[in-house]
């Protein structure tokens, strides 16, 4: 298959009008505080079993269109042996793989960061073939304060996205392009519709620089939220500023908008998504959810480490998927939390 029409079909296979994304990429130190917030070590063997709970849940399919993993993920097995994205292919859940290799510091642009990974990129691509992954992810991620971004940081980063998403087409993989403004810090929301659509404007200048076409890439941005220490703004506010700065900057080539939750509550992100659907008008691209935290967290609470709770864990995951499915529609309602959380017979 060319390379164009591999993408063709990878874009086909993820975008549709009711279902999302599940990232279950976290790093071994972001994992490991996952891990310790249920009392469970982080040893190659949980992350396997843990994992491979969530890909085995039966029905996910319904409400998933992808998964991002973990590097060592492509290479792990469930329990009757199966490679874990040959698992997701079975649920009808196209599996990625996130090659950013985490931030430091950016020279020069105090409290900016940037993130590693480029350097042997097309050789990762290549050699993660086999294991079957048919998109890729790389986060940056913006701290606002009063001096940050800076005009290097702004620049800097939306370069390494570019440079990325332009490797991953050449090598046949749709590129999520996620640049995360984060939610750290008592900023208000206007500060962060500011920075995040100087952060977007940024970023598809050097897309279009960089040759990217839109109609094979994924974005995945933060919504537009007041900061963790700023009172907490309702749905219906964070819906109008994140539509606002989305139609600003983000061209209609974009087939879909996947949302990262960044640290939102679980129902939060879910009312969120509602809001933003339901107001969403003639808005030209799919919105829908790239969630990490916010589908996971009842999932992993329930398992708390203990073969047992499988099951349970699987249904927590089933629902938060299923009401984000519901959200993306603009037909989640805040009492469908009372629902049971259950597992198709
Ligand atoms: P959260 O939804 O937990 O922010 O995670 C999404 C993600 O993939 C961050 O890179």
């Known amino acids: 298959m060319s390379t164009h029409a591999a993408l ?4 086909a296979q993820m975008v549709d009008e009711t279902r999302g994304i599940l990232a279950a990429d976290e790093s071994l130190p972001t994992i490991e505080k996952r891990f310790a917030a249920i009392g469970v070590e982080n040893t190659e063997e949980n992350r396997r079993f843990y994992r491979s709970l969530l890909l ?31 698992v997701a292919w079975s ?36 050699r993660f073939r086999a294991a079957g992954p048919a998109f890729a992810k ?3 991620v913006y701290p606002i304060t009063p001096r940050n971004p800076t005009r290097l940081g702004l620049h800097a980063n939306a370069e390494v996205l570019a440079r990325y998403a332009a490797v991953c087409q050449e090598q046949g993989y749709v590129p999520i392009v996620e640049p995360e403004v984060l939610m750290d810090g008592d900023h208000d929301i206007d500060r962060c519709a ?27 941005p933060n919504m537009v939220l007041p900061g963790k220490d700023c009172r907490r703004a309702p749905p219906e506010e964070v819906a109008e500023a994140t539509l606002r700065v989305l139609k600003r900057t983000v061209p209609a080539a974009v087939p879909s908008i996947n949302f990262l939750s960044g640290g939102q509550g679980p129902e939060e992100a879910t009312a969120n998504l509602n809001a933003i659907n339901q107001l969403r008008g003639n808005a030209p691209w799919q ?38 499915s519901l959200a993306r529609q603009g037909r989640y309602r805040p009492e469908m939390e009372d629902e049971p959380a259950v597992l198709p017979e």
């Open 8 to 11: 063709e079909q990878t874009i």
């Open 56 to 86: 085995t849940t039966p029905g996910l399919g319904k409400y998933l269109s992808g998964v991002i993993l973990f590097e060592e993920t492509l290479f792990q097995t469930d329990d009757e042996g199966r490679p874990l994205p040959e």
């Open 91 to 126: 649920q009808h859940i196209v599996p990625g793989v996130k090659v950013d290799k985490g931030k430091g510091p950016l020279t020069n642009a105090p409290g900016d960061l940037i993130t590693r990974g480029l350097d042997d990129l097309t050789e990762r691509l290549q």
């Open 138 to 140: 790389w986060r940056e």
């Open 194 to 220: 500011e920075v995040t659509e100087h952060v977007l404007h940024s970023v598809f200048h050097a897309l279009h620089l960089h040759g990217v076409e839109l109609e094979y890439m994924l974005l995945k």
């Open 287 to 324: 919105l829908s959810i790239s969630y990490g935290r916010a589908l996971q967290q009842p999932a992993l609470q329930a398992w708390a480490g203990k073969p047992e709770n499988r099951r349970q864990a699987q249904a927590e995951l089933l629902k938060r998927a299923r009401l984000n």
